[in-house]
């Protein structure tokens, strides 16, 4: 039986989720800047909902960004603590790959453009292909202004892009190449421990 607890406050969403033999139950909220009072008692009433306590956990994962610097300390530092304590192994996964997998969940498109804003005039972001059920990075992730993201990835016969995250709201700065191949929009999903 594998017992992992994820943790995700990359963005202005505060989340806790477990995964009970692939069964996820997950606490999600959008509580900007207040992370750090209320990820751990989160987490608590998780894992009393479910009569487990931190020793009964496999593993934790955590949201490893890109992201807020502040909130990929607050999960980083919960998930630190826990890990040492409960002597647990930890797992790092990308925001951005967590946020193509939803974006896949919901849309079924193979082609997934991870997007979220840095607060900077920039966005980080990321291309993702779906193969046999695997988030597979298309090419590295990024940070920039939405003018200079590449469109080198994109080829003539692949199929449209789902376009995933925040960062949506810099699509009409986008390059035109880019904006044209992308066929489905998901602008409200923000990562989710249940996707980590």
């Given at each position: 039986?594998?017992?992992?607890?994820?943790?995700?406050t990359?963005?202005?969403?505060?989340?806790?989720?477990?995964?009970?033999?692939?069964?996820?139950?997950?606490?999600?909220?959008?509580?900007?800047r207040?992370?750090?009072?209320?990820l751990?008692?989160?987490?608590?009433?998780?894992l009393?909902?479910?009569?487990?306590?931190?020793?009964?956990?496999?593993?934790?994962?955590?949201?490893?960004?890109?992201?807020?610097?502040?909130?990929?300390?607050i999960?980083?530092?919960?998930?630190?603590?826990?890990?040492?304590?409960?002597?647990?192994?930890?797992?790092?996964?990308s925001?951005?790959?967590?946020?193509?997998?939803?974006?896949?969940?919901?849309?079924?498109?193979?082609?997934?453009?991870?997007?979220?804003?840095?607060?900077?005039?920039?966005?980080?972001w990321?291309?993702?292909?779906?193969?046999?059920?695997?988030?597979?990075?298309?090419?590295?992730?990024?940070?920039?202004?939405?003018?200079l993201?590449?469109?080198d990835?994109?080829?003539?016969?692949?199929?449209?892009?789902?376009?995933?995250?925040?960062?949506?709201?810099?699509?009409?700065?986008?390059?035109?190449?880019?904006?044209?191949?992308?066929?489905?929009?998901?602008?409200?999903?923000?990562?989710?421990?249940?996707?980590?």
């Amino acid at each position: 039986m594998a017992l992992i607890l994820a943790l995700d406050t990359s963005t202005e969403a505060c989340s806790c989720a477990l995964n009970i033999n692939g069964e996820i139950t997950e606490d999600f909220t959008v509580i900007p800047r207040q992370h750090a009072q209320n990820l751990l008692p989160m987490v608590q009433k998780l894992l009393a909902g479910k009569n487990l306590e931190f020793a009964d956990l496999d593993a934790l994962a955590f949201g490893r960004g890109p992201g807020s610097f502040t909130g990929l300390r607050i999960a980083a530092g919960v998930t630190q603590g826990i890990a040492f304590a409960a002597n647990l192994p930890v797992i790092p996964v990308s925001t951005l790959a967590a946020l193509a997998l939803q974006g896949y969940e919901i849309s079924g498109c193979n082609h997934i453009l991870s997007c979220l804003d840095a607060r900077i005039d920039e966005v980080y972001w990321a291309v993702f292909q779906v193969v046999q059920d695997q988030i597979i990075l298309k090419n590295d992730e990024y940070l920039c202004k939405p003018e200079l993201m590449q469109t080198d990835f994109i080829e003539q016969e692949s199929e449209a892009l789902t376009a995933v995250g925040n960062g949506l709201n810099y699509k009409h700065r986008f390059p035109d190449l880019l904006i044209k191949n992308i066929g489905h929009e998901l602008p409200d999903q923000l990562p989710r421990a249940s996707s980590i």
